[in-house]
């Protein structure tokens, strides 16, 4: 694996880059502008996209924009996030395409770990706390794209969300 792009993203500056490519490309499955964020620490940034990705999830529900469509945009963006991801850092063995996930989620305030292959569990999200469950389930897309992305296929299928009250989320990936 390439340790020196891993390095980075593992730094301050690494993990306020990977949110505003984040916001960008959101804001771009979205079909909006991108929320002003100049300057922002990253603390700062994190409540910015989650209020966002929040804002605009509820706007699609409620105008009767096709759930499914926004769902394949959401989740073709994140796909090629994690497809880039892969082709630059070059992880060689699953455990390694797993640290990838587990350093890009630890960034955006998510703390997850495998409890036996291929069954996830995030213990922490910073996200449970601007979600409804209705608009947890339409950005799990993002999950599922960079999930995708990064292990160059398979499929993430959530079984339990905090959002709908229980303890920590769990996901299947297949």
Known sequence: MNR????????RFGANLELRILMRQTAKAFGVKV??????????????????????????????D????????LYQMA??????????????????????????Y????IQMEEEFPGTICVCKCY?????TPEVCSVISAIDQGIFAGI???GKLTFHERITE???????DFR
């Open 4 to 11: 020196l792009i891993y390095r980075t993203l593992s730094s």
């Open 35 to 64: 929320p002003e964020a100049a300057r922002q620490s990253n603390s700062e940034l994190l409540r910015t996209y989650a209020q966002f990705t929040a804002k605009e999830a509820m706007r699609a529900m409620q105008h009767g």
């Open 66 to 73: 096709t759930l499914e469509t926004l769902h394949q945009e």
């Open 79 to 104: 796909y090629t996030l994690g497809n880039r991801l892969r082709r630059w850092l070059n992880p060689k063995e699953e455990k390694d395409c797993f640290s990838v996930i587990t350093l890009l």
């Open 106 to 109: 630890r960034n955006i305030g």
């Open 127 to 131: 996200f449970s706390g601007f979600y």
């Open 151 to 153: 292990y160059q296929g």
């Open 165 to 171: 009250g229980c303890d920590v989320c769990r996901a």
